[in-house]
């Protein structure tokens, strides 16, 4: 039977009325409590931040080192360790050693205990020029009246960085390829050299130590004195490089002028002075323009390419140096901590051949005057020989200069008539002047060979024919074929090389000053003898002066053109204008020319004489040289002699 459960009176609760603005008795505390409560945890947290802010824990700290050191403020970063003058000192030290390096360091593991720490750190440099390296050192820090610091050690910098040794950077120079001919062998090589000079900054005595100078060396004195006294003080200030054999015989009267210093040396020479010098150029200590516009690619004592090939070549010969990064001791380089391996400069083969290129110096010989002399290969195109005086000249006239060729263009003028149909048994008269379109014109000797063939007309150079048969040709015609031999083709080579120039003539007199290569026509030598290479091939072929330049030719000419020209060509040296070759061996074909220029009456001339033997082409150009087979034709002869047969 289930029992009943027996309950009691229902209690009934009440919840007090609250009347407005005051509290529950009992509760009043427990909310002032609980306001104090929060009050004193938000104080406290305050108080916990604005220490934190103020007394960074040992990781804080670290990263703000580390931070302000990978921004580049070494001395913000110096404030954050034990030793803010010695680390300012130390890190900007190792910074410039790096040439001013960027770096980004960062934490790999911290530990600590106690009052004391030890980090790990990578630290990743980019050094200009050289690029990233990077490695792992050590950092230690310390907590002092609370506050955590980094422990200075330089060795943060890097393991080996110690109050003595710092980083730095060495740049060692690629080894210079060389200039080459064309069967590979060197034509400049390091030779020993002496250079002679003064200390610069010093004025005392100056212009009189330069006039002495003068009065033994080729140097302007002036100029040299100027340069001493600008240059900073104890630095060598070059006069003049010798080599060897050149400064034995001048080093007594050298040594005996106060205040005149020599240097012994190498430098990248030819086998002699006048050997292809203005084509092959100089190679010489870096100016400051140049050392300012190459930056980070060249350095203070580089020797690079100054003039020509030398420097036309440049980036190929110079190669890359190699880079280092070193620990320094006392400046001086004790270990290499890591580098970066250049490459060596590359030989660069010429089209230059080293017997033509003697042959060529030994007939201009010592002459003191302008002449230049170039030599070509007909079938090919190849430069072979370029060869100038003065020898000590920078001026390529061979394959810079432009002037107007003279009678050497009657060649050209001649493959024209011939085009239009003329034939070298013609009968053309050869007055002893002529006047076409109200301009008059005459024989160079003011002589007169009458009504003769034109074989007779050519190898006498005689210009009144020439200009009598003007008429014959279109306005366009000299210009058409003288492309056919080169003349206004761009020539592409490394060096500077201006195109001829033979322009369109519509007037019947500048038609007929251009027949005989007056007017405004103007040709380097290089181009010249590019025509009389184009007559030996039977096309023109584009001069090349490196081996790995491009081959380019022309249209080939007609046989009859050719052999035409040919035939006229041997006559001038059998029996004209060029029998200064009459008797060099072999088979030589040439024209003479001499060329009026300027404004005097009787005008000024340069001498010219272009020819052909075998596969052998040449041009020799005097300037203010008078008659072309007087003057230009026995230097060519010399050269022909001088090389013999092969």
């Known amino acids: 039977m289930a029992r009943s459960v027996r309950e009691g009176p229902r209690r009934t609760y009440r919840t007090p009325r609250l009347r407005p603005g005051r509290l529950v008795p009992g509760r009043r505390g427990l909310i002032v409590l609980g306001v104090l409560v929060l009050a004193l945890a938000g104080a406290y947290a305050g108080l916990r931040v604005y220490q934190e802010e103020q007394e960074p824990g040992p990781r804080a700290a670290l990263e703000k080192y580390l931070s302000a050191w990978s921004r580049g403020d070494d001395r913000a970063a110096a404030r954050e360790t034990t030793n803010p003058r010695e680390a300012a000192r130390v890190l900007a030290v190792n910074r410039k050693g790096l040439d001013g390096a960027r770096v980004k360091a960062r934490v790999l593991s911290l530990r600590t205990a106690g009052g004391a720490g030890r980090a790990r750190l990578r630290v990743d440099w980019t050094v200009p020029t050289l690029g990233s390296w990077g490695y792992e050192t050590d950092a230690r820090l310390r907590q002092e009246a609370e506050r955590w610091r980094v422990d200075w050690r330089p060795t943060i910098v890097h393991p080996f960085v110690d109050g003595i040794a710092r980083l730095g950077t060495i740049r060692d120079p690629a080894e210079r390829g060389s200039l080459e001919d064309r069967r590979g062998k060197r034509l400049v090589t390091q030779r020993a050299v002496t250079q002679v000079g003064m200390k610069g900054g010093d004025a005392r005595g100056v212009d009189r130590t330069a006039a002495a100078l003068a009065s033994v060396i080729d140097i302007d004195a002036k100029a040299f004195a100027d340069a001493v006294r600008a240059a900073p003080e104890g630095q060598f200030v070059e006069a003049i490089v010798l080599r060897r054999a050149d400064y034995k015989p001048k080093a007594a009267r050298l040594r005996a002028i106060d205040g005149v210093l020599t240097q012994d040396g190498t430098r990248q020479l030819a086998p002699s002075r006048d050997f292809a010098r ?5 190679v010489a200590p870096i ?16 020797e690079i390419g100054q003039t020509g090939l030398q420097a036309a070549v440049e980036k190929r010969v110079a190669g890359s140096p190699s880079r280092r990064i070193v620990l320094r001791v006392d400046d001086a380089p004790r270990d290499t901590l890591t580098r970066l391996k250049g490459k060596p400069g590359e030989d660069v083969r010429t089209t230059l051949g080293m017997r033509e290129q003697r042959a060529a110096e030994a007939a201009l010989g010592a002459r003191k005057d302008e002449a230049a002399l170039v030599v070509v290969k007909p079938s090919t195109g190849d430069i072979l020989a370029v ?14 200069g432009r002037y107007p060729p003279g009678s050497t263009f009657k060649v050209v003028s001649t493959a024209a008539l011939l085009r239009d149909g003329l034939r070298p048994s013609d009968v053309v008269d050869c007055p002893k002047t002529i006047e076409v379109g109200g301009r008059p014109f ?36 000299l210009r058409k074929t ?33 027949m005989i290569g007056q007017e405004r026509i ?13 007559v030996a091939a039977g096309r023109w072929h584009a001069p090349r002066l490196l081996a790995d330049d491009p081959r380019r030719a022309g249209r080939r000419l007609s ?40 404004n005097e009456n009787p005008p000024r001339t340069h001498a ?19 008659a072309g087979g007087a003057v230009a034709a026995p230097i060519a002869a010399k050269f022909f002699r001088s090389l013999g047969r092969g």
Request: glycine share 12%; net charge negative.
């Open 442 to 477: 005459r024989n160079f000797e003011g002589g007169a060979g009458g009504s003769v063939p034109f074989t007779v007309d050519f190898e006498q150079s005689c210009n009144t024919a020439f200009a009598g048969l003007a008429e014959r040709l279109g306005a366009d015609d």
């Open 608 to 626: 010219w004489f272009i020819a052909h033997r075998g596969d052998i082409a040449l041009a020799v150009l005097v300037e203010n040289g008078k």
């Open 287 to 302: 100016t400051e323009e140049q050392l300012e516009r190459l930056g980070d690619a060249a350095s203070p004592g580089d």
């Open 522 to 534: 103007l040709a380097s030598p290089l181009s010249m003898a590019g025509v009389a290479a184009t």
């Open 559 to 598: 046989a009859n053109e050719r052999t035409s020209l040919r035939s006229l060509m041997r006559r001038v040296v059998t029996s004209g204008t060029g029998v200064a070759l009459k008797d060099v061996p072999g088979e030589v074909r040439g024209k003479s020319g001499t060329a009026e220029f300027g």
């Open 482 to 514: 003288a492309r056919d031999y080169g003349l206004g083709e761009p020539l592409k080579l490394p060096v500077k090389a201006p195109r001829a120039s033979v322009p369109k003539v519509d007037d019947a007199a500048a038609r007929a000053a251009s």
């Open 278 to 282: 203005a084509l092959l150029g100089a």
């Open 387 to 400: 060869a100038n005086r003065p020898a000590d000249s920078t001026y390529d006239r061979a394959i810079e």
